[in-house]
């Protein structure tokens, strides 16, 4: 009963420290959110051009990179995919023990 009960409150202390993490990365950006919130411009072809806040221009250019790296890694995940649906499902091992002794 112990042991569930040291299971659980450690459970609970890790899911507090993960929210005081995440608490403090929001804090961290927004604060650097505020502080680069000057207006910055984005030259572009045919003299385009787009005038945004820097913290915008910076989450846009990480999320921009973040979708590459997926589509970038998608051919390999359907392969990996392919390959794994084609291999045959596992041989359930027999879970009785067979030994000469008598049971007691």
């Known amino acids: 009963m112990g042991a569930n009960l040291k299971r659980l409150a450690m459970?609970?202390?890790t899911h507090y420290l993960g929210l005081v993490f995440k608490l403090l990365v929001f804090l961290l950006v927004l604060g650097f959110a505020l502080?680069?919130?000057h207006t910055t411009v984005f030259y572009s072809y045919l003299d385009y051009e787009?005038?945004?806040?820097?913290i915008v221009m910076l989450a846009l250019a990480f999320v921009l990179g973040a979708l590459t790296a997926v589509f970038a890694l998608l051919p390999t995940l359907f392969r990996l995919r392919r390959e794994n649906a084609r291999k045959?499902?596992?041989i359930e091992a027999d879970t009785t023990l067979?030994?000469?002794?008598p049971t007691v």
């Open 35 to 37: 502080k680069n919130s």
């Open 50 to 54: 787009w005038h945004a806040p820097l």
């Open 98 to 101: 067979q030994t000469d002794m």
């Open 11 to 13: 459970k609970n202390i």
């Open 88 to 90: 045959a499902p596992p």
